[in-house]
């Protein structure tokens, strides 16, 4: 009866998600409907419940999310792109660089082979790291590892930010008004733009393609985007889900040795994109909640929950997200092979 054990354990994570996400509403966390899944499918995941939410799931869940982004943001991202150009190409540029570097030290104290290192240490998105990284000679298991604790130390470390430093009341739901034509053709954007995007091969096809397709019929009010409440608290589940479940007990078990220092090179990242942040506050009229979310090194879809449901200038936030995401993309397979021949000994673990 292995379907019904299957059935009664995705019951069971159902429901501690269910009740994680009230718990987190109720004490004001934002996004707390990605945040209460997430830590309870790492619960899951690392004591072997065996569960992974089909791909399919988690590609409607980030059309979705590209949606949200689109309705919230519209062209704004374009106009801080012109004002902010400068400054966000600098934000992009030390994200980047404090990944580069990370990684590098990653491979010189012989934690993880070198290009495994690089393309774990990309702050970019999780999932486009993880598909690239075979290809450049990676460890897929090791680069999702690192990818996705950072994911998950990120969507913490940011919920607890925007809960202690604006007044948020949980994850945003539509409370709108919407019609069933209207979300009718939200979806149909959502499929072209995504079909869109993977044909030009652009990165985080299905968050970016209805994100931007999206946004210019949003804001050229050829479409009003309706996103019921409900589609939208799935899909932050199903993204909460599809991140805490990668941490199951055998990728676990295979890089626990890892472990201390992917931990460190975590925390070493986010406290030095918080420097960063800080000092924005500084040269731009933006708040620290702003920056912080800006410079935090991945992923966009996350973070973006986290924007929209907080008092974040969402448009600065996913201004930067968006163009760094590309830069990584861009420059990732340049820095992996840099990283891999500036430690030219043998690394444990390093594949011939």
């Given at each position: ?111 993880l082979p070198g290009t495994t290192a690089a393309w774990g240490s990309s702050p970019g998105g999780a999932a486009a790291m993880v598909a690239m990284a ?117 990728t676990l078990d295979e890089t626990l040795h890892a472990l201390p220092g992917v931990l460190a090179a975590t925390g070493a990242i986010i406290l030095l ?31 973006a929950i986290i924007a929209v449901g907080s008092k974040a200038d969402v448009s600065f936030v996913l201004a930067v997200q968006t163009l760094r995401l ?27």
């Open positions: 009866m292995p379907e019904t054990r299957t059935l009664l354990r995705w019951t069971a994570l159902l429901a501690v998600s269910a009740a994680l996400a009230y718990g987190l509403s109720r004490a004001h966390f934002p996004a707390a409907l990605l945040l209460g899944p997430m830590l309870a499918a790492i619960i899951f995941g690392v004591r072997g419940a065996g569960l992974s939410l089909p791909r399919p799931l988690f590609l409607a869940a980030q059309a979705v999310i590209g949606c949200l982004v689109a309705r919230s943001a519209t062209t704004e991202i374009a106009a801080t792109l012109r004002a902010d150009g400068l400054i966000i190409l600098a934000v992009v540029g030390v994200t980047v660089v404090a990944g580069a570097l990370t990684g590098l030290a990653l491979t010189r104290l012989r934690v075979e290809d450049y000679g990676a460890d897929p298991r090791l680069v999702a590892f690192m990818q996705y604790v950072r994911v998950a130390a990120v969507v913490l470390s940011a919920s607890l930010a925007a809960r202690l430093l604006a007044d948020v009341t949980g994850a945003a739901s539509s409370g709108e008004t919407w019609s069933w034509a209207g979300v009718a053709a939200t979806c149909a954007v959502a499929a072209a733009g995504f079909g869109l995007a993977s044909l030009l091969r652009l990165p985080s096809a299905p968050l970016i393609g209805p994100m931007l397709l999206g946004a210019i019929l949003h804001a050229s009010g050829l479409l009003d985007i309706a996103l019921p409440g409900p589609v939208l608290d799935a899909a932050y589940a199903a993204i909460g889900w599809y991140v805490g479940l990668r941490f199951n007990r055998r994109c918080g420097i960063w942040a800080w000092a924005l506050t500084y040269w731009l009229p933006i708040d620290f909640l702003t920056a912080f979310l800006a410079t935090s090194p991945g992923g966009l879809d996350s973070v590309f830069v990584v993309l861009a420059t990732g397979p340049i820095l992996a092979r840099w990283i891999a021949r500036a430690v030219p000994a043998e690394a444990p673990g390093e594949t011939p």
